[in-house]
């Protein structure tokens, strides 16, 4: 062992020593005070001191634990018994700590009062929510020539739609709320009266557009028997009607729902014409047999969401003429989103009091067939379509103009004069959702669609072609959907049918448009 | 012609009740699931030393994916056949579970609050680490998965959704070597 070895060793020996007695002192002397202090009764007890120093502290929560070391002894403690700190000074350390442990089990208190409190809280519990359904800003550029006042390119705000709903059981699992906060324009019903009465004055400017109850009387029936749907709402009549205004793949509605401008006159072809109203106030049974055939029976009121039904509460007299009409739709899904659907809708419609363009007094009905393909192979790509004919009573009038009766002398009953006819419509839309490479979410759309408004005359036909890209920001449907879309729509319109003057420069309806929407969508 | 419209939407209704509910899962892979298996059990269970077949439901909480595995934290719901098939939320927190998949699932499927149905083997606790996040979890060996889309939503809500109507996308995938 060299002379620096030996130095060393015997260094590291010094210092195990006093390592040695340094932890014999702080670990072995607790351990002996604490047997001391249970054991002789004249060292007096700590915790003992603690109680006499004062009351003790009044709380509601669970009672206060004072920290102390595994050994059972707290520090405060040792250094007292060992003399370094003053009882005084011992007893402000304590007081210090339990004013803590008071502290912290009053906040976990409030916590637990908050809790309670906000755990019943209806928007936590399903039973109250809200949701932007659609806010939509949109640019237009029509060529047709316009009137003095008006343009050819406008920006409005399309839709800014908010959305209510909840779940109040398992009985009652869904109500539901629609506003329409853009600003909407006054709908005038068709005053009774002849060619000579004056045109109805506004009655109606609603932005209150959906509401429903959903009753699901017997659990166990469900989805056999789902549920029984009751107020207004988008009708079940096709693809488009039932398509939220968030979630479509072109900016303008088809034909179906809305085409033409001005008065009909008797071909049955001039005219603004509604051949499918999107909204309307029904009762109906909803179900699924199978997993593939899903089904709705109901029966409507036949005039439009502007037409709430009661307007006198103590007479019960309704607001507008509402004509009834039953339907029935049954749909048979393939797969879990591919499917063919029959839609049928029976009933009478009025000229008088109405607020859908083009309805005339008598029968009505609609038949329609439509069909959405999105193969598995395929994820990306989307086709769907809709046939629809029907029949529309005779004297059809559009909404504001006078009309009474089937009549076709337009000086006794007013209305177009037009007979009863039969219409047609059909479209097809196809799209593909890129989902990676340089064209991610982008989405190229092409639509085509005719409507007949008369099939027993001709130079009526409406056809329009509408090329479309979309960029999805966010594209989580249904609930998220943030999405810019570009239209360019190729119009065509022959006319208002043999015999009868037609202007096709300021026809809407004849000439070309295009439009870009910017949309977002958050539920 | 009305009463034989009525006879006929009658005659779905019966059939449809007294038909079995529908399976989402292929049939071959549903043999020798242990139908008794108690999910509260085996989550105290943390030595996994039984190893069974069992059929669970959930709703995604979180996912990930990485080298051909997809890692799956799931919150445990009861499988009810009304008011329709599948897992239903039941206002409980029954327990979490991690679902282990070896292949490919479309990330639509793998959003938070989208249903989910497994059908595999449990294995023992272990670590997961899903998005930066460990934590010890009992775990399902899928050999087949059943997702709604329903980002949320319960499956009953579908199709009548909200503001319109919307179909519920689902999918089924399998494990390459799922075995019966």
């Given amino acids: 062992m060299s002379g620096w070895d030996g130095m060393s060793c015997a260094a590291n020996m010094m210092l195990m020593a006093v390592v040695l007695a340094i932890s014999t002192t702080v670990v072995h002397k ?38 102390s070391s595994p050994g059972g002894i707290s520090l405060e403690d040792l250094l007292l018994q060992k003399g370094t700190i003053t009882k005084e000074e011992w007893l402000r350390i304590r007081a210090g700590e339990e004013y803590k442990v008071v502290e912290q089990s009053r906040r976990l208190d409030n916590l637990e009062d908050w809790k309670s409190k906000t755990e019943v809280l209806p928007i936590l519990r399903d039973k109250v929510n809200f949701g932007l359904n659609a806010l939509q800003f949109l640019y237009g550029h029509v060529n047709a020539n316009v009137p003095e006042g008006k343009s050819q390119d406008s920006f409005s705000v399309r839709r800014a739609e908010m959305v209510f709903w909840g779940k109040l059981s398992d009985y009652l699992p869904r109500w539901h709320m629609l506003m329409e906060f ?81 008065k009909g006159n008797p071909t049955g072809s001039g005219g603004a014409i509604e051949f499918l109203q999107e909204r309307d106030y029904f009762v109906d049974v909803r179900g699924k047999i199978l997993n593939r055939l899903e089904y709705v029976v109901g029966i409507m009121n036949n005039n439009n969401f502007q037409a709430n039904g009661i307007v006198s509460n103590t007479s019960g007299i309704g607001g507008a003429n509402q004509p ?97 006819m039969h219409r047609q419509t059909w479209y097809v839309l196809a799209k593909y959702l890129f989902t990676e490479g340089p064209l991610e979410n982008f989405e190229p759309v092409y639509m085509y669609e005719e409507f007949d408004p008369n099939t027993r005359v001709s130079n009526d036909l409406y056809t329009r ?39 096709s420069k300021t026809d809407p309806f004849a000439n070309n448009a295009f439009f870009l929407q910017w949309q977002l969508r958050f539920m | 012609m009305k009463s034989s419209v009525s006879l006929l939407i009658l005659s779905w209704v019966l059939v449809g009740a007294c038909a079995p509910t529908h ?34 439901g959930g709703r995604i909480v979180s996912s990930q994916a990485s080298g051909g595995t997809v890692t799956i934290v799931v919150g445990q719901l009861p499988i009810v056949n009304h008011p329709a098939y599948g897992p239903k939320d039941n206002g409980k927190n029954n327990g979490d579970f991690v679902i282990v998949f070896q292949g490919h699932i479309d ?45 949320g939503r319960e499956i009953a809500d579908f199709p009548f959704y909200e503001a319109g109507y919307v179909s519920l996308r689902q999918e089924t995938v399998c494990a390459k070597n799922a075995t019966p």
């Fill in chain 2, 107 to 151: 990330e639509s499927d793998l959003q938070s609050g989208n249903r989910v149905m497994v059908v595999g083997t449990t294995r023992p606790w272990k670590v997961v680490t899903v998005n930066d996040y460990s934590r010890s979890f009992p775990i399902v060996e899928a050999q087949c998965l059943h997702f709604w889309n329903t980002q």
């Fill in chain 1, 465 to 503: 072609h509408i090329a479309g890209l979309t960029y999805y920001f966010e594209n989580f449907p249904p609930k998220m959907q943030s999405k810019i879309q570009f239209n360019y729509e190729f119009r065509h319109h022959a006319g208002n049918g043999p015999g009868i003057n037609y202007d």
């Fill in chain 1, 30 to 67: 607790p351990a002996l005070a604490q047997e001391a202090s249970t054991g002789q009764k004249q060292v007096p007890a700590p915790t003992l001191l603690a109680q006499q120093a004062g009351p003790e502290p009044q709380t509601q929560g669970p009672s206060p634990t004072i920290q």
């Fill in chain 1, 182 to 262: 853009q600003s909407t324009g006054l709908t005038s019903s068709t005053p009774t009266g002849n060619g000579s009465a004056t045109v109805g004055s506004p009655s109606v400017a609603t932005f209150f557009r959906e509401a429903y109850i959903d009753v699901r009387p017997v659990q166990s029936w469900a989805p056999n028997l789902n549920f029984i749907r009751m107020g207004i709402f988008r009708m079940p009549f096709g693809i488009f009607t039932e398509t939220s205004g968030g979630l479509r793949d072109i900016i303008s509605s088809p034909y179906l729902n809305g085409v033409g401008s001005g």
């Fill in chain 2, 23 to 56: 399976k989402v899962f292929p049939s071959k892979m549903t043999d020798n699931v242990d139908h008794n298996f108690d999910f509260s059990r085996w989550r105290m269970m943390t030595d996994g030393s039984e190893s069974k077949k069992v059929q669970l």
């Fill in chain 1, 324 to 420: 009834k009409a039953v339907y029935t739709r049954l749909r048979l899904f393939g797969d879990d989103v591919s499917f063919i659907s029959f839609t049928m809708i029976q009933g009478t419609s009025n000229n008088a009091g109405t607020f859908i363009n083009g309805r005339g007094k008598g029968h009505f009905d609609r038949y329609g067939v439509d069909f959405r393909f999105n193969p598995k192979f395929l994820p990306g790509f989307t086709m769907y379509g809709e046939y629809w004919q029907g029949h529309d009573g005779a004297n059809a009038t559009t909404v504001g103009t006078p009309a009474n009766g089937a009549c076709l002398d337009t000086a006794v009953c007013g209305g177009s004069g037009a007979p009863g």
